[in-house]
């Protein structure tokens, strides 16, 4: 399975953030995570940081972030990819998730036979995230989660200690209140299958 992987930045994409000349391979959370759910039988392929999509202006979707996730859905499916794997932070910007999570079901209704898509908002950014999977709850209910890092590490978290936290995560025990992340990672066993228990239990 050949995946088209998008993220804000390095925390999300490590290595294949920034211009392609300039990326590696080395993973970020997000491939970290798909790894977590799914240990095998799918490769990135291709990556792209958010503020290097192209501009899309066609089509039937009016907003700038509709009109992203389509271009990136319809450019996946172009290259002949199984899946769209994305995370946009939400950033306070409650419009922009009803625009992406109606972006979403929309493709999914005009494309059931693929390519799949692992998508959805980041609430409010990464490290909400990182702190859900580090156990804490209430990750998603701050506009600064990075001011709770300290609960867990020194601050500033750098990238690899983000990702020695999704390691050691045991995905069934994420808080049930981090609702982005879970949506995110149900998404992800719907198309890559699972290789470890159903998440939200904790």
């Known amino acids: 399975m050949k995946i088209l992987l998008v993220g804000e930045g390095p925390g999300e994409l490590g290595g294949r953030s920034g211009e392609k000349a300039y990326q590696t391979d ?103 995230w990182i702190l859900a999977l580090a156990g804490k709850n209430k990750s998603e209910n701050t506009k600064h989660p990075e001011k709770r890092l300290g609960e867990i590490t020194l601050e500033p978290m750098t990238l690899s200690q983000m990702l020695a936290v999704v390691a050691e995560t045991d995905l069934s025990k994420i808080p049930k209140d981090a609702q982005s992340l879970n949506t995110w990672l149900e998404r992800a066993r719907a198309v890559l299958g699972s290789s470890e228990p159903s998440s939200g239990r904790g």
Request: hydrophobic fraction near 40%; proline fraction near 3%; glycine fraction near 12%.
């Open 26 to 128: 080395s993973p970020g959370v997000l491939e970290a995570l798909l790894k977590k759910v799914q240990s095998s039988g799918w490769e990135i392929a291709d990556s792209i940081q958010w503020m290097y999509i192209r501009k899309y202006k066609a089509g039937g979707f009016r907003s700038a972030e509709q009109r992203n996730v389509k271009g990136l859905y319809n450019l996946a499916k172009e290259k002949g990819y199984d899946a769209l794997a994305f995370a946009r932070d939400r950033d306070g910007d409650k419009q922009r998730q009803e625009l992406i999570e109606g972006a979403i079901a929309e493709l999914l209704k005009e494309h059931p036979q693929g390519p799949g898509i692992i998508g959805g908002m980041v609430v409010e950014k990464l490290e909400a």
